[in-house]
């Protein structure tokens, strides 16, 4: 398993308390990408500069000296000859380095799942597979899936819905939950949001739904880009056609910007604000008038 997080006690991800284990690889690019991290399959070298004491042990430590300094003594890092080696990390005493992404067998994310057990059932809570997107790795996955059940552990899948449709029916069969997101309802629109259209999606959560498994829709609140009356309403009937009536509004934060400089890529949303109390409210207040239940996360 590509994994680059395990959080553990998370009460966000699911009912109760849970430990999300967050998968790399993505098949989408969100504009808002709270994990920017978990889009490339691959280890990436994150540098948070603001650590940094310029102690420059790094540079001769890089095997394939692909850490320099300019001018005026700040670090560049050749991100194309980078190969995430970890050899730069060892000789950081400011943690300023870290590196993104790594093997884990499934044996050894469960050995870690399973240390609270108790918690899991003191709470009704369990194991959310999270990232990035799980369905990037379905064997990894379905393993893990399976391991899970036999501890008896309650599992949730956290997904983006673009996966092809006979892997994700095989994954959801090991599932007691689906958090299934929607960014926007206009095909055209979701394209420029995350760099594919909805097509596959918005079928995928009718097939999900068909199948009786319990599911969440979950929608990343963006003032100005899927908050629209319209686009709210749009998804309000699609709910009410797929037969599902639960979901999680999580108000867009700029939590991540670090990370986007860390890893060397632009943030193109800029300066956008979170949205309002009022903002949310309308929202909510929207959803629920069509008989939806609505939870802000």
């Given at each position: 398993?590509?994994?680059?997080d395990i959080?553990?006690?998370?009460?966000?991800?699911?009912?109760?308390i849970?430990?999300?284990v967050?998968?790399?690889?993505?098949?989408?690019?969100?504009?808002?990408?709270?994990?920017?991290?978990?889009?490339?399959?691959?280890?990436?070298?994150m540098?948070f500069?603001?650590?940094?004491?310029?102690?420059y042990?790094?540079?001769?430590?890089?095997?394939?000296?692909?850490i320099?300094?300019?001018?005026?003594g700040?670090?560049?890092?050749d991100?194309?000859t980078?190969n995430?080696?970890?050899?730069?990390?060892?000789?950081?005493?400011?943690d300023?380095?870290?590196?993104?992404?790594?093997e884990?067998?499934?044996g050894?994310?469960?050995?870690?799942v399973e240390k609270?057990?108790?918690?899991?059932?003191?709470?009704?809570?369990g194991v959310?597979?999270s990232?990035?997107?799980p369905?990037?790795?379905?064997e990894?996955?379905l393993?893990?899936?399976?391991?899970c059940?036999?501890?008896g552990?309650?599992?949730?899948?956290?997904?983006?819905?673009?996966?092809?449709?006979?892997i994700?029916?095989?994954?959801?069969?090991?599932?007691?939950?689906?958090l299934?997101d929607n960014?926007?309802?206009?095909?055209?629109?979701?394209?420029?949001?995350?760099g594919?259209?909805?097509?596959?999606?918005?079928?995928?959560?009718?097939?999900?739904?068909?199948?009786g498994v319990?599911?969440?829709?979950r929608?990343?609140?963006?003032?100005?880009l899927?908050?629209?009356d319209?686009?709210?309403s749009?998804?309000?009937?699609?709910?009410?056609t797929?037969?599902l009536?639960?979901?999680?509004?999580?108000p867009?934060?700029r939590?991540?910007l670090?990370k986007y400089?860390?890893?060397g890529?632009?943030?193109?949303?800029?300066?956008?604000?979170?949205?309002?109390?009022?903002?949310?409210r309308?929202?909510?207040g929207?959803?629920?008038?069509?008989?939806?239940?609505?939870?802000?996360?």
């Open positions: 398993m590509k994994i680059f959080q553990r006690f998370s009460v966000q991800d699911g009912p109760g849970r430990t999300t967050f998968m790399k690889g993505c098949p989408l690019e969100c504009l808002w990408c709270s994990n920017p991290e978990s889009q490339s399959p691959k280890p990436q070298l540098y500069e603001d650590r940094c004491t310029q102690c042990e790094c540079i001769e430590a890089c095997p394939l000296q692909a320099s300094k300019d001018g005026d700040r670090l560049v890092h991100r194309q980078c995430a080696c970890g050899d730069c990390l060892e000789e950081c005493l400011a300023a380095i870290a590196i993104s992404g790594k884990m067998t499934v050894e994310v469960c050995r870690i609270d057990m108790s918690y899991y059932r003191n709470s009704d809570g959310t597979l990232g990035g997107e369905i990037c790795q379905p990894p996955l393993q893990f899936l399976v391991k059940r036999e501890m552990i309650h599992t949730c899948l956290d997904t983006c819905g673009f996966a092809d449709w006979d994700l029916k095989e994954a959801i069969d090991h599932v007691d939950l689906v299934m960014k926007h309802m206009n095909t055209e629109v979701h394209k420029k949001l995350t594919i259209n909805n097509d596959v999606i918005l079928e995928n959560t009718a097939r999900v739904a068909a199948r319990s599911m969440t829709i929608v990343p609140l963006i003032p100005g899927n908050d629209s319209e686009n709210i749009q998804l309000g009937q699609f709910m009410q797929c037969g009536t639960r979901v999680d509004l999580l867009y934060h939590f991540s670090s400089q860390s890893l890529n632009d943030y193109s949303l800029g300066a956008l604000p979170s949205p309002n109390e009022d903002g949310v309308r929202v909510v929207k959803l629920e008038a069509m008989g939806h239940g609505v939870t802000v996360v």
